[in-house]
């Protein structure tokens, strides 16, 4: 009888690694078509008598490593994440490019975090002074920096991680 209750265990985790990895596409799906917008909105700002275009550009970018909006990315991460754990040796190449993608794409809201944290820095008369804001995109930085790590640690338990 423990044969028959170990197939279907198997064939359970089996559906919830399917589950997960579903998941976890459709949350990065949806984040990335957000993304979309954000860097639509970006691409249509031109200069102003405040600021450089390139300064508007990256404020306007800087709004998706916002720490209230890093958590979307952060779901989807924990979704393939536990699916890459559950998966074992068994993970199939779809679950493996998704780990990756979501890493590559924390990577890259860190680094315009981080450009934000600059250009408020070093744009900015009062820059230096504005340790709130500095704060929170530092914060977004360090979400996304995270999820990274985690896609990147989860990744290399997995075959050819």
Same mark, same amino acid.
């Given at each position: ?13 089996? $559906? =919830?690694?399917?589950?997960? &990895?579903? %998941? ?12 979309? /917008? %954000? ?7 031109? @200069? ?6 390139? $300064? /508007? ?9 916002? #720490?209230?909006? %890093? ?8 979704? @393939?994440?536990? !699916? &890459? ?5 068994? /993970? ?20 315009? !975090?981080? =450009? ?7 744009? $900015? @008369?009062?820059? #230096?002074? /504005? ?13 996304? !920096? ?7 640690? %989860?990744?290399?338990? !997995? #075959?050819?991680?």
């Amino acid at each position: 009888m423990s044969d028959s209750n170990g197939g279907r265990r198997e064939q359970n985790t089996g $559906e =919830l690694i399917r589950v997960l &990895t579903v %998941v976890g596409m459709l949350t990065y799906g949806g984040w990335v078509l957000w993304l979309f /917008q %954000v860097v639509q909105r970006a691409s249509r700002i031109g @200069a102003s008598r405040f600021a450089s275009a390139w $300064e /508007q550009k990256i404020e306007a970018l800087s709004f998706i490593s916002f #720490p209230p909006n %890093v958590p979307v990315l952060a779901f989807a991460a924990a979704s @393939a994440a536990l !699916a &890459t754990w559950l998966a074992g040796p068994t /993970q199939d190449i779809a679950l493996a490019i998704l780990l990756r993608i979501i890493r590559w794409s924390a990577n890259a809201v860190a680094a315009i !975090a981080l =450009l934000s944290v600059a250009a408020v820095i070093i744009g $900015e @008369a009062e820059g #230096p002074d /504005q340790i709130g804001t500095v704060a929170f995109r530092l914060g977004g930085a360090l979400c996304a !920096a995270a999820i990274s790590y985690l896609c990147l640690a %989860v990744g290399r338990t !997995a #075959p050819g991680g």
